[in-house]
């Protein structure tokens, strides 16, 4: 990981971005966990992630310049966010950083970074 540079560019800029978002989202939907909690056309949802995670990561503000503020842990507040969600949430992502060809200190940087948020946005008990 080049310490000089943002997660978002450590991980490709915005290519890398939608790499991973792509990746990503095909292991969400076969997630028995996950899967129910997502809309069939997967489409929107990918688009929103991606312009978030760009932002999230140290890139644009392409999610703000959209959306507005992101307020993450309110749109969560629908569905219902297990501990074990979280963590397939997070399993799902590392096997998508996994299939990208980035280093493995960026893996393990992208995976702490969201840590903290995927289980910010627990609201259900197991």
């Known amino acids: 990981m080049d310490p000089n540079k943002t997660l978002y560019e450590n991980l490709g800029g915005?290519?890398?971005?939608?790499?991973?978002?792509?990746?990503?989202?095909?292991?969400?939907?076969k997630n028995e966990l996950l899967s129910p909690l997502f809309p069939e056309d997967i489409t929107p949802v990918m688009e929103k992630q991606y312009m978030f995670l760009s932002q999230f990561f140290g890139g644009p503000s392409l999610y703000s310049d959209a959306n507005g503020h992101p307020m993450m842990r309110a749109r969560h507040l629908p569905f219902p966010v297990t501990e074990e969600?979280?963590?397939?949430?997070?399993?799902?992502?590392?096997?998508?950083?996994?299939?990208?060809?980035?280093?493995?200190?960026?893996?393990?940087?992208?995976?702490?970074?969201?840590?903290?948020?995927?289980?910010?946005?627990?609201?259900?008990p197991s």
């Open 85 to 124: 969600r979280a963590q397939a949430w997070l399993s799902c992502m590392y096997e998508a950083l996994k299939e990208m060809d980035i280093p493995e200190t960026v893996v393990d940087v992208t995976i702490q970074r969201l840590s903290g948020p995927a289980h910010h946005f627990i609201n259900t």
């Open 14 to 29: 915005a290519e890398g971005v939608r790499a991973l978002v792509e990746a990503f989202y095909p292991k969400v939907q």
